[in-house]
């Protein structure tokens, strides 16, 4: 599976993004996918998913202001950022694997063999 992301850019706090993930090879609805981020000397984490019931699981940091969605025929994942932050400048990473997840779980980094070459998010205050 091959993905590519894109959407990145430098934006003031307060500001939108939105950012897209296209997946191209074998892909099956029910691998979750989605987006994860990796601040400067931070470990990557899970911002937000599409789990193996079609379920968005979203982290509590960008809960309310973060939305996920997926178009299945496109083979792509959407990831609409509002309000963002300073703290939420990172490369954001589009993740999936050949794997069944449900809920939290699958916001877990380790579950995932498959990433993008990654969209970098500035955040300005």
């Known amino acids: 599976v091959h993905l590519a992301e894109s959407g990145g850019g430098s934006v003031q706090a307060g500001g939108s993004l939105r950012l897209a993930c296209v997946a191209s090879g074998y892909t099956y609805s029910a691998h979750p996918m989605g987006w994860f981020r990796q601040g400067s000397g931070k470990e990557r984490e899970g911002v937000s998913v599409i789990d193996s019931a079609g379920n968005a699981i979203i982290a509590d940091s960008v809960k309310g202001r973060f939305t996920i969605s997926k178009d299945l025929a496109k083979n792509t994942v959407y990831l609409q950022m509002n309000n963002l932050q300073p703290e939420d400048t990172a490369m954001y990473y589009c993740?999936?694997?050949?794997?069944?997840?449900?809920?939290?779980?699958?916001?877990?980094?380790?579950?995932?063999?498959?990433w993008g070459q990654g969209t970098q998010v500035t955040v300005s205050s």
């Open positions: 993740g999936t694997d050949n794997i069944y997840c449900l809920t939290t779980y699958c916001l877990m980094s380790y579950r995932y063999s498959n």
